[in-house]
Nanobody, 115 residues
């Protein structure tokens, strides 16, 4: 069983920065691609970024150039560094891993961008 726990969310002003963390209960990030998603109030879940097992990264157009995903395999943790935050980045952020056809999700961490 894989457990994912996100942290690092909070209230930040527009233009500010936050770093989210996703800790896994097992050493999984070195073996599987890891995704970040977000869900804004009243909207569906949106894919944000991926980091592959080889370290390749890709981002949604809406966050490209502002968000950076990274991984620490020794700590079983993946990070999402968010800069130049905008009000439209307000959402609950989730990390996700697909293993053997099963989606694993954390409970999410809330990011609110507001002045």
């Amino acid at each position: 069983q894989v457990q994912l726990v996100e942290s690092g969310g909070g209230l930040v002003q527009p233009g500010g920065s936050l770093r989210l963390s996703c800790a896994a209960s097992v050493n999984i990030f070195s073996m599987y691609n890891m995704n970040w998603y977000r869900q804004a109030p009243g909207r569906g879940r949106e894919w944000v970024a991926v980091i592959t097992t080889s370290g390749r990264v890709n981002y949604a157009d809406s966050v490209k150039g502002r968000f950076t995903v990274s991984r620490d395999n020794a700590e079983n943790t993946v990070y999402l560094q968010m800069t130049s935050l905008k009000p439209e980045d307000t959402a609950v952020y989730y990390c996700n891993v697909v293993r053997a056809g099963t989606n694993y999700w954390g409970k999410g961490t809330l990011v609110t961008v507001s002045s």
